[in-house]
Nanobody, 122 residues
Framework: VQLLESGGGSVQPGGSLTLSCAAS????????VAWFRQAPGKGRLGVAT???????SYADSVKGRFTISKDSGKNTLYLQMNSLEPEDTAMYYC?????????????????WGQGTQVTVSS
């Protein structure tokens, strides 16, 4: 059972990145999936989630700029990030959990990737 993130990097303010999270050993279908981020010295915060029925939710700080999506055929989760700001700098993690509702609380997610770094700087 593994979640593997990719797509992080360094970008200037206003730029875009797309993160990917490939699942292996299990299927994302029917699970709640989410992206979290953690800046140095801060706690892990929820960014966006898709529940088992396909409903999406976003943290207020990224609404209108980030888009979460899932490709069931590729068993992969994505996070499209536009209009990036220095405050978006963090390690980004994908997560999955065997429950049906939408939540950005990290404690409920059982499966985690190792993270991919996003740095927004001029």
């Amino acid at each position: 059972v593994q979640l593997l993130e990719s797509g992080g990097g360094s970008v200037q303010p206003g730029g875009s990145l797309t993160l990917s999270c490939a699942a292996s050993g299990f299927t994302l279908a029917g699970l709640a999936v989410a992206w979290f981020r953690q800046a140095p010295g801060k706690g892990r915060l929820g960014v966006a989630t898709i529940n088992s029925e396909g409903s999406v939710s976003y943290a207020d700080s990224v609404k209108g700029r980030f888009t979460i999506s899932k490709d069931s055929g590729k068993n992969t989760l994505y996070l499209q990030m536009n209009s990036l700001e220095p405050e978006d700098t963090a390690m980004y993690y994908c997560a999955a959990g065997r429950f049906s509702w939408a939540t950005l609380s990290p404690s409920l997610y059982k499966y985690w990737g190792q993270g991919t770094q996003v740095t927004v700087s001029s």
